[in-house]
């Protein structure tokens, strides 16, 4: 079964124009991971946040992690058209690299 | 550059046939790979996790004498999809894990289309 869900699934917004995108998930967990993927290719890494950290910057990516309510937000800003892809969060239960769990899946696209 | 290296990308086969896709790590040595099943615009789906050197484990509801998970060394593990049918279509994604890398970052492949005809 899938932990996490995201939301919205589709986001369409203009260049220069911030994306959030959520995540929940349903079990504790170690941390959890954003990550992106171009259609058709493989995943590529975005950001990482531990179950004791509420927000975390990386370039122009913001996610904040709310343990209580067992959600996360990632914030792309001043989106361009080359961000145009799917976002997946992940969750990692222990944080031994053991596997992880994905949710569905967020298709952004950034009009040029 | 990649880390985490698959092949084929892309493969055609036919109905009954085996293919075998290959996960290396490029960088470091995995003790741990895992594959990974994604339909087009659906999540990733896991399969299996393959530890070198010993059986993979199985997610449930994955059959282990279809899919033939073998993790012979620390940069190597391969996935063959034996007698294959056209619902065995999809694309295939590993990663992998290892010693060589502090924290939880864990390397993707570009992922290897399967096309049963």
């Known amino acids: 079964s899938q932990q996490g869900e995201e939301d919205p699934q589709a986001l369409s917004i203009q260049e220069g124009e911030n994306a959030t995108m959520n995540c929940s998930y349903k079990t504790s967990i170690n941390n959890l991971q954003w990550y992106r993927q171009n259609s058709g290719r493989g995943l590529v890494h975005l950001i990482l946040?531990?179950?004791?950290?509420r927000e975390k910057h990386s370039g122009r990516l913001r996610v904040t992690l709310d343990t209580s309510k067992k959600s996360s937000s990632l914030l792309i800003t001043a989106s361009r058209a080359a961000d145009t892809a799917s976002y997946f969060c992940a969750t990692d239960p222990t944080g031994a690299n053991s596997k992880l769990t994905f949710g569905k899946g967020i298709t952004l696209s950034v009009r040029p | 550059g990649a880390v985490v290296s698959q092949h084929p990308s892309r493969v055609i086969c036919k109905s009954g046939t085996s293919v075998k896709i290959e996960c290396r790590s490029l960088?470091?040595?995995?003790?741990?790979m895992f594959w990974y099943r994604q339909f087009p615009k659906q999540s990733l789906m896991l399969m299996a996790t393959?530890?070198?050197?010993?059986?993979?484990?199985?997610e449930q509801g994955v059959e282990k004498d279809k899919f033939l998970i073998n993790h012979a060394s620390l940069t190597l593990s391969t996935l063959t999809v034996t007698s294959a049918h056209p619902e065995d279509s999809s694309f295939y994604i590993c990663s992998a894990s290892g010693t060589a890398y502090s924290g939880n970052t864990i390397y993707f492949g570009e992922g290897s289309w399967l096309t049963v005809v």
């Open positions: 960088d470091f040595q995995a003790t741990t």
């Open positions: 946040i531990r179950s004791n950290e």
């Open positions: 393959s530890n070198e050197g010993s059986k993979a484990t199985y």
